[in-house]
């Protein structure tokens, strides 16, 4: 038990001598950033299919009144 429990001691000191606390740090700051590139390119794509929406209405709105009046030009003739 007390060899278990030297072997995890020095490993733990081991793991302690390795830990940067610079490299932690820079860790963090490139999460943050890339947390917030994801938060702008989820806006743009949101944007972009609002977008395309409106424009898919635009164009059923502008074949429908083509519609209407290819119907109106037929009944004429």
Same mark, same amino acid.
């Given at each position: 038990?007390?060899?278990? $429990?030297?072997? +995890?001691?020095?490993? $733990?000191?081991?793991?302690?001598?390795?830990?940067?606390?610079?490299?932690?740090?820079?860790?963090?700051?490139q $999460?943050?950033?890339a947390?917030?590139?994801?938060? !702008?390119?989820? /806006?743009?794509?949101?944007?972009?299919?609002?977008?395309?929406?409106? !424009?898919?209405?635009?164009? +059923?709105?502008?074949?429908?009144?083509? /519609?209407?009046?290819? /119907? /109106? $030009?037929?009944e004429?003739?």
């Open positions: 038990m007390k060899a278990i $429990l030297k072997q +995890s001691i020095e490993e $733990l000191l081991t793991l302690m001598e390795e830990f940067d606390p610079e490299m932690t740090r820079s860790l963090e700051a $999460l943050v950033k947390v917030e590139q994801i938060g !702008y390119l989820k /806006k743009q794509m949101k944007r972009l299919n609002a977008s395309d929406l409106e !424009y898919v209405m635009m164009v +059923s709105l502008e074949l429908d009144n083509a /519609k209407g009046s290819l /119907k /109106k $030009l037929i004429e003739e």
